[in-house]
């Protein structure tokens, strides 16, 4: 069941109650009033009647046992609900025109009441009506008994009755309906709040909704539309992370297919042709410098993942001069085969790190302007404030090419990185670890002129 189908019934349940309760309230309230309305007329006619008897009996004793007389009277009133009963010498009835017997008058239980000015009353049921018996002794010796149908009353309170519960009727499809255009339009929201949700579970994670009010409704989208958007920066981080490691997996299937390839090739010309020894030792070295090759793609490779898969690192405050020498000694090799020079030049400054991740950094950022570089060029190596720079003024990176280094197995020149052993997994690594150490890092360069690459470090760690 809809909610506002809910609502309307509960809400028309509850105005129908209320009008009902009320209905009765007022049902009661009118059959008292109409019953006391009869019985005060009964009453006022039943005393003029007996009043008018008692001057005629004072003006005249004599005419008190005169049951002519009295006959005469009571039938001079041009109505049939008086009773007469003589009580002495002996009980006589006198004048009754009424269906009732003198065994059901005294049967009745008869009370006294002030309002009555003297009057005794009692009620009665009988034959389908209603009756007010109102007694009262006369001199002594008569009885006067006047008879009052009160059944009027009841039917008044069934034409009331029906008045009320038309009109009860009336006002409550009335409520009912205003409420149903009202519940429309308060909830029209929610409805279209639904519609979204249906089609944000069918994957359109894009949707959202206007917020048009102040009230909870309105906060209720506002907190939707929030929960969408984290929901859709969400899936679409997830995918985008999904797509990553695809092309990470096809572009790391691609980087070791050629040189298991190559070292296949090789392997297998060793074991079918005889070769001279001068081949075959190059074979055996393209072989070695080959897996090699491997052996660092793989190291790279466990580097990146563990970088991913653990947690917060625990660092300590290091030199820079610390790290600078660590990186100068393990590059080296690369200095010495192109015949480049280091520059290194720090003021003292030390910061928070863990010290063989961003030896990483530096050999790789280096090892990178190396390759850029030309034979007999320099590097220049240097922190200044809350900031490291490695600096080369070797060919460039292209402007469109900047942000795609530090994406995985990304190469702006494969011939050069092939030649010296690059997978395009240095820069990756790069940007993880300085990630991790909440390190920005900055790209200028140039074609033709060289590249700064600058490590920026936290102020508060400085």
């Keep these: 069941m809809k909610i506002r189908t809910r609502i309307l019934w509960l809400s028309g349940t509850a105005v129908l109650a209320a009008f009902l309760l009320g209905d009765l309230f007022l049902w009661v309230l009118a059959q008292k009033s109409f019953l006391n309305e009869a019985v005060v007329k009964a009453s006022q006619s039943a005393y003029e009647i007996s009043d008018r008897l008692v001057w005629n009996l004072e003006r005249n004793p004599s005419l008190e046992d005169d049951d ?49 000015r003297g009057f005794q009353s009692a009620r009665l049921d009988w034959g389908g009506s209603h009756y007010m018996i109102f007694f009262r002794q006369q001199n002594g010796r008569l009885n006067y008994y006047r008879v009052a149908d009160i059944s009027g009353v009841w039917d008044k309170m069934r034409g009331v009755t029906l008045c009320m519960l038309a009109i009860s009727l009336g006002v409550g499809v009335t409520v009912v309906l205003l409420l149903s255009i009202f519940l429309k339009k308060a909830l029209h929201p929610l409805q279209v709040l639904n519609d979204t949700t249906k089609r944000m579970a069918a994957g359109l994670y894009d949707q959202r909704i206007t917020v048009g009010r102040q009230d909870e409704i309105g906060q209720l989208g506002e907190s939707f539309n929030k929960m969408a958007e ?25 980087e070791l297919k050629t040189p298991m390839t190559a ?36 190291r790279k490779m466990m580097k ?34 192109k015949q480049l020079t280091l520059e290194c030049s720090q003021q003292g400054q030390a910061f928070f790190m863990d010290e063989d991740l961003m030896t990483d950094v530096l050999v ?66 790069t940007a993880m670890i300085l990630k991790k150490h909440r390190v920005s890092l900055e790209i ?14 936290p102020s508060d760690e400085v």
């Design 68 to 116: 002519i007389f009295l006959q005469y009277y009571f039938k001079n009133l041009h109505d049939d609900f008086n009773i007469c009963v003589r009580t002495w010498p002996e009980l006589t009835e006198i004048y009754n025109h009424t269906n009732l017997s003198m065994e059901q008058l005294s049967e009745l239980e008869f009370d006294e009441n002030e309002d009555y």
């Design 263 to 298: 070292i296949s090739g090789y392997a297998q010309t060793l074991l079918s042709v005889k070769l001279k020894e001068e081949d075959r030792q190059e074979a055996l070295l393209y072989i070695y410098e080959e897996c090699r090759r491997l052996e660092r793609l793989s």
């Design 364 to 429: 790789n950022l280096i090892d990178n302007a190396g390759k850029a570089s030309a034979p007999g060029s320099k590097i220049l190596l240097k922190a200044e404030g809350s900031f490291l720079e490695v600096r080369d003024f070797g060919c460039g990176i292209p402007k469109e090419e900047q942000d795609k280094i530090l994406e995985p197995f990304y190469m702006v020149d494969k011939s050069r990185s092939r030649r010296y052993g690059g997978a395009g997994l240095g820069l990756a690594l």
């Design 230 to 254: 984290a929901v859709e920066t969400r899936t679409r981080s997830l995918e985008e992370s999904e797509k990553r490691k695809t092309l990470f997996m096809g572009d790391l299937t691609h």
């Design 444 to 457: 200028q360069s140039r074609v033709g002129e060289g590249t700064r690459m600058i490590l920026r470090f």
């Design 304 to 337: 990146l993942l563990e970088l991913d898969q653990e947690g917060e690192l625990v660092f300590e405050m290091i030199p820079v001069q610390q790290i600078f020498i660590r990186a100068e000694r393990s590059c080296q090799g690369i200095l010495k085969e």
